[in-house]
């Protein structure tokens, strides 16, 4: 065990930003079978598509395009699109031409117009968006400068209650009391569902909830004052469900709400290779009627949630290499499912990333339930990658602030054969470093070569089988090396500690 001096972690930090550098100037090396179609901002959908002189304009011509297997949609570099896509089975997506990787956001415009915000009350500074919007996980000004925190309230017997008072009806004009703050209004259609089985009405969140934006600006007109506002709406900006030998390469996706690439299953051969991913996630999932779980007694709650990459449910070949993933609400790397019949995922590998700011830099979980027992994941490799500063990210301002892990299996069943972590750099948490709980032991990762860093007095993590019950929270403290190799079986790891 050593100590991480300023210059032990000045090599480190070098070591971080040699290898982002490297990924965001990573060339297009993707070679295809079939035929190469090119998207431009001065393209016309109404090209053919073939030539970059001739190329196709927007991201819906990229959706509805009739395409092949082997066939490949290669984006301008340098050029911002704008909106959402869906991918085709067989299909490459990458980047052409020169400059930095061709940029995808999902809102249609940014906020930048002055006309677009109405003050809505001078003395509170609250200005208030003139369109209506779909829910915005936050907001990010002058490309990251700066954030919003975002208000939700509980919504309760018809009514948004304040989260921590849920007696006390929500008043923006006493919530909203830091600049920057973000309150997004929608009460105009309910469901039922889901409700906890309570059923009463609560607010319906989709693709069709459009609603009220209110931002306090100190300042004045959030126009005027920043350079660069993004919204990060309720958008899904590449979706790739049910789908086989998709790769997405070198594409910087960013500002979305909810995931940048949503995968679900059945998915076979996905592979994201090269790609910037920043401040993605923070809207809401659903609501619940009344959650009798978080944190004591009925009352109402709400979900946010939002991961940069994720397949839920079975997949068989799922490649994630040489991404930079950024200040995401949720998770950076996630497969994930919770099932009542067979699924196998299988064939993982998330290796040379580097995931800083994230809430959890890789996230995986399976859960089965109803009696279910043959679903398991199979061949799963995490390897060199760095993972960094979870939970020191915008989606700290979650209320469950223990939730944090550089790596999150939770404490699901997790049934697992050869699940391998090696050699990869983890570089400090705001809370468990690694949280990697199974039904059984046999079933947990098995660990090599990993470095740690960590200040003395945080958490280490939670390993282990749970047939004896939940492995308690191990401390970072002056014996984790120890811990790491009886508790991990880790015999290798390099084990740094910060004062």
Known sequence: MQKAT???????????????????NTKTYIKIKGTAYY??????????????????????????????????????????????????????????????????????????????????????????LKEKILDVGTIVFNDGEYHSRKLIPSYKNSTFVCRETPDEIFDIYEQMTCDLDLFWHYDDRHTITPSKNENFPIPLIDDQSFGDLYLRCDKGNPAKIF????????????????TKNVTIDNLCIKYAGMHAVAAGGPCENLTVTNCEM?????CIQHYYGTDPNYPEGKRGSVTRFGNAIEIYGACNGYTVCNNYIYQVYDAGITHQVTTSDKKLLKNIEYSNNLVEKCVYGIEYFLDQINGENESQMENVLMSQNFIRLSGYGWGQQRHNKETPALIKGWSYVNTAKNFRIEDNIFDRCAYRMVHLVAERQEFCPTMCGNTYIQNLGMTLGQYGGKENGEPPILPFDNKANETIENIFGEKNAKVYYIE
Do not use: M
């Open 6 to 24: 300023a210059e032990v972690l000045n090599n480190f930090n070098s070591l971080f930003e040699e290898r982002k550098e490297q990924i965001l």
């Open 39 to 128: 998207v431009s901002n001065n393209g016309d959908d109404n090209n053919d598509g073939l030539t970059p002189k001739t190329a196709w304009k927007t991201l819906n011509k990229v959706t509805t395009a009739n395409l092949n297997e082997g066939d490949g949609v290669f984006f301008e570099r340098g050029n911002l699109f704008r909106g959402k896509f869906t991918a085709q089975n067989g299909v490459t997506y990458s980047a052409y031409g020169q400059g930095e990787k061709p940029k995808f956001y999902a809102h249609d415009k940014p906020l930048t117009n002055p006309l677009l915000w109405e003050l809505y009350d001078e003395e509170y500074h609250i200005w208030k």
């Open 227 to 242: 350079t660069s506002i993004e919204a990060l709406t309720r958008v899904y900006l590449i979706t790739a469900r049910q």
């Open 278 to 282: 920043g401040w993605i996630g923070g």
